[in-house]
């Protein structure tokens, strides 16, 4: 059974680094063709993906947000950490993290997402 | 970089009718990596399906994928009170590696 949990602050002031963290179980991020994924949506609005990591460390980014993301794994911790620099209010969102393997090119486990509010 | 444009943003149908809901992508999917999810209010969406015709685990058999390249249909082949709600296609592996859609919000008519 593949769980997620998205866990970091609910608000952050604008300027600021936002800072979240994935804790899944289920997997593990040494087996090949495990990744886990960084899923955003803006109150009302539509979902937009924002980073990947891979079992092999293979990074991949969202090029529109490339230079305020970085994504980093701690496979004893079974974590998955997300960095966004520069926060600003447009940045106000639910972030869900989810399950990915190279054999389903889909997520196919999400986690129940937490909502950060950007604003001073 | 791939663009996904849903149509239409809303369909109203019946409980018992028939759903077709369209994705177009701006360039071909690489290895027609199309999955579609659904999302209801206040969750987190649901993969239906993926690589274009594959339903995941516990996905009823009244939804179903076709197409290539750049065109995707995901139908519900009769509407169950549960089926209304957001559903968005998703592109992986053509840059950037992952992109959505805008949604289809289906209504009860």
């Known amino acids: 059974q593949i769980t997620l949990k998205e866990s970091g602050p609910t608000l952050v002031n604008p300027t600021q680094t936002l800072t979240l963290t994935c804790t899944f179980s289920?997997?593990?991020?040494?087996?090949?063709?495990?990744?886990v994924a960084w899923i955003r949506q803006p109150p009302g609005k539509a979902l937009e993906w924002l980073a990947l990591i891979y079992w092999n460390d293979d990074k991949r980014y969202s090029p529109s947000l490339k230079s305020r993301l970085t994504i980093t794994k701690d496979t004893s911790k079974n974590q998955v950490v997300l960095t966004m620099s520069d926060m600003d209010p447009v940045d106000t969102a639910t972030y869900y993290c989810?399950?990915?393997?190279?054999?389903?090119?889909?997520?196919?486990?999400w986690g129940q997402g937490t909502l950060v509010t950007v604003s001073s | 970089e791939i663009v996904l444009t849903q149509s239409p943003a809303t369909l109203s149908l019946s409980p018992g009718d028939r759903a077709t809901l369209s994705c177009r992508a701006s360039e071909p999917v690489t290895n027609n990596y199309l999955a579609w999810y659904q999302q209801k209010p206040g969750q987190a969406p649901r993969l239906l399906i993926y690589?274009?015709?594959n339903r995941a685990t516990g996905i009823p058999d009244r939804f179903s994928g076709r197409g290539s390249a750049t065109d995707f249909t995901l139908t519900i082949s009769s509407l169950e009170p549960e089926d209304f709600a957001v559903y968005y296609c998703?592109?992986?592996?053509?840059?950037?590696?992952?992109?959505f859609g805008q949604g289809t919000r289906l209504e009860i008519k």
């Open positions: 998703q592109q992986y592996g053509r840059s950037p590696m992952c992109s």
């Open positions: 289920g997997f593990s991020l040494d087996n090949t063709g495990m990744g």
């Open positions: 690589a274009t015709f």
């Open positions: 989810a399950h990915v393997e190279l054999r389903l090119p889909g997520f196919d486990f």
